[in-house]
């Protein structure tokens, strides 16, 4: 998973014409923790997609913009828009996190 670090980078990112999963996550938090500790078997299954991720702390105006009011919360996004937003109360499982993806990726 590639770390997005700046507004201009993120920017870019996302207006890719394949989706692109972005991962909101803080340093701090233990559910960031856990899914980091399943998230490897997804990135397989998912390999065709682009991945990143982006610490909400450092760039919290992103996490504004895009309504990330809890963390771990995974964006899919498609020609500059959002089109898959999966909230940090259901992104506590891999099955969770698998059923989300499959309903948002082509």
């Given at each position: 998973?590639?770390?997005?670090?700046?507004?201009?980078?993120?920017?870019?990112?996302?207006?890719?014409?394949?989706?692109?999963?972005?991962?909101?996550f803080a340093d701090w938090c233990p559910d960031c923790t856990r899914m980091n500790m399943f998230i490897g078997d997804i990135l397989q299954t998912y390999q065709e997609h682009e991945w990143f991720e982006l610490n909400k702390d450092d760039l919290p105006e992103l996490a504004e913009k895009y309504q990330v009011m809890?963390?771990?919360?995974?964006?899919?996004?498609?020609?500059?828009?959002?089109?898959?937003?999966?909230?940090?109360?259901?992104?506590?499982?891999?099955?969770?996190?698998?059923?989300?993806?499959?309903?948002h990726i082509d």
């Open positions: 998973m590639k770390k997005i670090t700046t507004k201009a980078q993120f920017d870019d990112i996302i207006q890719g014409d394949q989706e692109t999963i972005i991962k909101f809890g963390i771990p919360s995974l964006l899919i996004f498609k020609e500059g828009k959002k089109i898959g937003h999966l909230h940090s109360a259901n992104a506590k499982t891999p099955e969770e996190v698998s059923e989300f993806l499959s309903e």
